[in-house]
């Protein structure tokens, strides 16, 4: 499966973004698909994820009420719609997929497939 992320990009503090990832290649049935960031110099931190089977969703803390993950089953692609954005959410951000179980999705090293960094920067 390989992953395409897009939609970064520069806007003020408050302002909204909605990342994309789409697969191709294969699709994202039976996968947890999650996003993460990473700022610089810093580790990769988990931001949200969605199972594909039930569509449950989470997310970390700092994001809860601003960032909501969806996605578009004709299209294979999952959404991160970024609002009320602040200078402290910017970072690349990845989605990645694999296939987690609850105690494991917000731990990067369980997906095994990851798209290409979308860079978002919030200006204050």
């Known amino acids: 499966v390989q992953l395409q992320a897009s939609g970064g990009g520069l806007v003020q503090a408050g302002g909204s973004l909605r990342l994309s990832c789409a697969a191709s290649?294969?699709?994202?049935?039976?996968?947890?698909v999650g996003w993460f960031l990473q700022a610089p110099g810093k580790e990769r931190e988990f931001v949200a994820y969605m199972r594909w089977h039930g569509g449950s969703t989470m997310y970390a803390d700092p994001v809860k009420g601003r960032f909501t993950i969806s996605r578009d089953n004709a299209k294979n692609t999952v959404y991160l719609q970024m609002n009320n954005l602040k200078p402290e959410d910017t970072a690349d951000y990845y989605c990645?997929?694999?296939?987690?179980?609850?105690?494991?999705?917000?731990?990067?090293?369980?997906?095994?497939?990851w798209g290409q960094g979308t860079q978002v920067t919030v200006s204050s």
């Open positions: 290649g294969g699709t994202f049935s039976s996968y947890t």
């Open positions: 990645a997929a694999g296939r987690t179980v609850t105690s494991t999705s917000r731990d990067s090293q369980y997906y095994n497939y």
